[in-house]
């Protein structure tokens, strides 16, 4: 998360007023983009690629290709969501610091292999897909904007349809993951600067289903080892659980890959597990 436009005085604010969400474990896992809970484990995405994991980071099944047959010009997959068996994965052509050929693809979740995928609908502005939340009772699902983190936008889950355009507020900046909660969603966002060892967020987004909401700071990922680059957010367990997918070592500087840091030989992935505070 070396973005230098990030606000620093947004995160000093998340740092002093997050929940308290307990740390119970970090796990380190192949995918650098985003992961899903399962009963007896996780899904993980990287731009080109899935796991399926068990609860300790063991592989238990992959998809190294998962773009062949379908997008042959895609390049990269967003943070994932997993409902009723099938994975479902925002993917896009990502050039230019912006997505193209935006789809949401669905894999099964015991082998990872693809089942289908929706188009973006051409009525959207939406300009780069960065993570996806199902919410299959209400017949919908919810995509974020690494570009546009001003916005979150929701969809018809039969046909891809565009159906609404939440504002932010405040706006924030380069969320990479949404995730259900109740009646309420959290995101998490790439805010902090790791040139200057500060820590990204998850924020909580209060009234999703009106035209703005208010948005509130949820947890700041003190726990890492290194500051580096938050990206994809899943409830576990009922909702008992959070994970957070976050990678150190490699310097990225508004979306680009510059090396890597000083003592680091590879860039290191993570999924960090918090434990929900008492209410």
């Not at 994991?53 to 994932?80: M, Q, Y």
């Not at 993917?91 to 973006?120: C, K, N, Q, S, W």
């Not at 700041?220 to 990206?231: D, K, N, S």
Request: charged fraction near 25%.
């Amino acid at each position: 998360s070396a973005s230098a436009s990030a606000s620093a005085s947004a995160s000093a604010s998340a740092s002093a007023s997050a929940r308290p969400w307990r740390f119970e474990a970090r796990v380190e896992v192949p995918g650098r983009q985003g992961v899903a809970c399962l009963a007896d484990g996780y899904v993980t995405s990287g731009s080109r690629q899935l796991d399926r994991l068990s609860r300790d980071g063991a592989v238990r099944a992959s998809n190294a290709d998962p773009f062949v047959g379908w997008l042959a010009e895609g390049n990269h997959l967003g943070d994932i969501d997993v409902v009723d068996d099938v994975v479902y994965a925002p993917a896009e052509r990502f050039a230019e610091l912006r997505g193209h050929a935006m789809h949401v693809a669905r894999f099964r979740a015991d082998t990872l292999a693809f089942i289908g995928a929706l188009p973006l609908d051409p009525a959207s502005d939406q300009e780069e897909v960065s993570g996806v939340a199902v919410d299959a009772a209400a017949g919908w699902f919810w995509l974020s904007d690494w570009r546009r983190s001003d916005r979150l936008y929701r969809y018809n889950l039969a046909d891809g349809k565009l159906i609404a355009v939440l504002v932010l507020d405040p706006p924030l900046k380069w969320i990479q993951g949404v995730a259900i909660d109740g009646d309420q969603l959290l995101v998490s966002a790439d805010d902090g600067d790791a040139e200057r060892a500060e820590h990204d967020h998850v924020w909580r987004v209060k009234t999703p289903l009106a035209a703005r909401s208010e948005v509130t700071p949820e947890l700041a990922l003190t726990q890492v080892e290194r500051t580096g680059e938050i990206e994809g957010l899943s409830l576990c367990d009922g909702g008992s659980r959070l994970v957070v997918d976050h990678n150190r070592g490699k310097r990225i500087l508004d979306g680009h890959s510059v090396g890597l840091y000083p003592g680091y030989e590879r860039e290191i992935s993570e999924v960090y597990v918090y434990r929900r505070p008492e209410r």
